[in-house]
Structures are given as C-alpha cells and as structure tokens.
Nanobody, 123 residues
Framework: QVQLVESGGGLVQAGDSLRLSCTAN????????MGWLRQAPGKEREFVAT????????YYADSVAGRFTISRDNAKNTVALQMNSLKPENTAVYYC????????????????WGQGTQVTVSS
C-alpha cells in the first residue's frame, strides 16, 4: 500500500496553467502505475491521465489531451500533472491514484487514493 499526498491546487482564471504534484510515502514507488482522477460537484469520479511504472506509456482523457501532461520522477517518489489552457469545466477535486497492476483508465480499478486537491477555474 502507498500513501499519497497531493498539492498545487487553487483558484485560477480560464486560460491559466496549474501544476499538481503528488508525493508517495511508501516503498517501491516504481512498481505502481500512477494516475490522476477528478470529481466535479454532482458528478461521478472520472479518469484524467495515467502513466506507467517507468513513464514509458501515458493515456489521457479526450477532454484534456493536448493540454494536460502527466509525468513522474521515481527517484523522488512524485507524480505531476501539468494543466495548461484551463477551462471552467476543469473545476473539480483532483485525486492522485496508484495501481499495482498497471495502468488503467477505469477509476474503480485504482487501489490507493490521495485526499484530493481542489482546482477551481473561473471564467
């Protein structure tokens, strides 16, 4: 099991950029695929991005592809989500997630979750 702590959320204007970071407290960080999910008020939790154990493979939700970039640093036990050209519809609580079995785009298949960080994009 790995413990995850997110940071970097905040209030920004449409078109701005924001970088979320997640630090993992646990051994063998490189054995986990990592992901970012989000949940907007009144909506179900949805997939945003995922990255494989050594960063060789990434997947993005269609709605963020080309604007968001996921990356990881296994030496520092961190994963980041760079978000550019933010839109009001990107407003949500963003969660860092981990999965021992490898990457997935299905939110329910992630095993470990952080507490979430709020991202609010004003128009």
């Amino acid at each position: 099991q790995v413990q995850l702590v997110e940071s970097g959320g905040g209030l920004v204007q449409a078109g701005d950029s924001l970088r979320l970071s997640c630090t993992a407290n646990g051994r063998l960080f490189s054995t986990y695929a990592m992901g970012w999910l989000r949940q907007a008020p009144g909506k179900e939790r949805e997939f945003v991005a995922t990255i494989s154990r050594f960063g060789g493979t990434t997947y993005y939700a269609d709605s963020v592809a080309g604007r968001f970039t996921i990356s990881r640093d296994n030496a520092k036990n961190t994963v980041a989500l760079q978000m550019n050209s933010l839109k009001p519809e990107n407003t949500a609580v963003y969660y860092c997630t981990a999965r021992k079995q490898g990457i997935t785009t299905t939110p329910s298949e992630y095993n470990d979750w952080g507490q979430g960080t709020q991202v609010t994009v004003s128009s």
